[in-house]
Structure formats: structure tokens, C-alpha cells
Nanobody, 116 residues
Framework: QVQLVESGGGLVQPGGSLTLSCAAS????????MGWYRQAPGKQRELVAA????????YYADSVKGRFTISRDRAKNTVYLQMNRVTPEDTAVYYC?????????WGQGTQVTVSS
């Protein structure tokens, strides 16, 4: 079992920055990749960014490329999503995701609202 706890969401103005954190605990060694998904009202959940844990390779959705950065701190078993130059279109619930050989693990989600 792996537990994921997100934090760092909140209200941010357009053009501002926010950093989300995802702390993982439990059977961390079984996790292959970790990522951030988001789901806006009335829309499907979409992958925003992902990182391959053993090598550090990253993936970004086109909509966030150049603005968001995913990173990991192995010592803290934590994955971060640095969000810069946010726009109202980034408003959504952000979910942390962990992939292993079985069903994905998910965090509870953290709300990010971009508004002036």
C-alpha cells in the first residue's frame, strides 16, 4: 500500500506562482512513476506532469509546458509541482498519482483556484 497526501493548493492570482507537494508513504519501493493530474468542473481528469522515479525523466502536457515543473526529493519521498505564470484555465482539483504494477494510487486532491 502507498499513501499520498497533497498540500499547497489555494487561491492565486493570474500570473502568480504556487507549489504543490505530494508526500508518499508506505511501500514506496514499489512505485515506478509519479504524476500530477487535474480535473476542472465539467471536464475529464487530465495528466499535467509526470516523473519516472528511477531516472528522473519528466513529461508535461502541452498546456503547462514551460510554466510547470515537476520534481522529487528522494530523501523526503515527496514530489512537487511548481506552477508559474498560472492562468484561470489552471483552476482545478490537482491529484497526485503513483504508478506501480497494480492499480494506481491516488491522493485526495487539492484545490487550486486562479482568480483576481
Amino acid at each position: 500500500q502507498v499513501q499520498l497526501v497533497e498540500s499547497g493548493g489555494g487561491l492565486v492570482q493570474p500570473g502568480g506562482s504556487l507549489t504543490l507537494s505530494c508526500a508518499a508513504s508506505g511501500n514506496i519501493g514499489s512505485v515506478l512513476n509519479m504524476g500530477w493530474y487535474r480535473q476542472a468542473p465539467g471536464k475529464q481528469r487530465e495528466l499535467v506532469a509526470a516523473i519516472i522515479l528511477h531516472e528522473g525523466s519528466t513529461y508535461y502536457a502541452d498546456s503547462v509546458k514551460g510554466r510547470f515543473t515537476i520534481s522529487r526529493d528522494r530523501a523526503k519521498n515527496t514530489v512537487y509541482l511548481q506552477m508559474n505564470r498560472v492562468t484561470p484555465e489552471d483552476t482545478a482539483v490537482y491529484y497526485c498519482n503513483a504508478e506501480w504494477e497494480g492499480p494506481d494510487y491516488w491522493g485526495q486532491g487539492t484545490q487550486v483556484t486562479v482568480s483576481s
